[in-house]
C-alpha cells in the first residue's frame, strides 16, 4: 500500500514564504513524476508544479518566479517552496505522485494541507 504525506501548511501573511512537503511511503515503487495541485473554494483543482525524472520542471504561470520545487530521491520527498505568497495562492494543496509498481503505472494522491494567505 501506497501513502503520500503532506505537511508544512498554515496560516502566513502576503509577502511571506511556506515550503511543502510531500513523503511517498509503502510498496517497492518508481517514481516517475510528482506534482503539486491546489484547489480553491469553488475552482477546480489546478497544477500548480511538476518535476519528472532528470530534474525537469514546470510551473503554472502564476506561481514562476515565486515557487520552486524539487525532489530529494533518497527520501522520496518533494518539496514546494513558496515565495512572495500571495492571498490568491489560498487554497488546498495536493500533492500527486505517478508511480510504477511491478507492471502498473497509476496516479497516487496526498490528503492535502492547507494554506491560507492574510491580505
Known amino acids: 500500500q501506497v501513502q503520500l504525506v503532506e505537511s508544512g501548511g498554515g496560516l502566513v501573511q502576503a509577502g511571506g514564504s511556506l515550503r511543502l512537503s510531500c513523503t511517498v511511503s509503502?510498496?517497492?515503487?518508481?517514481?516517475?513524476?510528482m506534482d503539486w495541485y491546489r484547489q480553491a473554494p469553488g475552482t477546480q483543482r489546478e497544477l500548480v508544479a511538476g518535476?519528472?525524472?532528470?530534474?525537469?520542471?514546470n510551473y503554472a504561470d502564476s506561481v514562476k518566479g515565486r515557487f520552486t520545487i524539487s525532489r530529494d530521491n533518497a527520501k522520496n520527498t518533494v518539496y514546494l517552496q513558496m515565495n512572495s505568497l500571495k492571498p490568491e495562492d489560498t487554497a488546498v494543496y495536493f500533492c500527486n505522485a505517478k508511480l510504477t509498481i511491478g507492471l502498473i503505472s497509476r496516479n497516487y494522491w496526498g490528503q492535502g494541507t492547507q494554506v491560507t494567505v492574510s491580505s
Open positions: 518535476i519528472i525524472s532528470g530534474d525537469r520542471t
Open positions: 509503502g510498496t517497492i515503487f518508481t517514481i516517475n513524476a
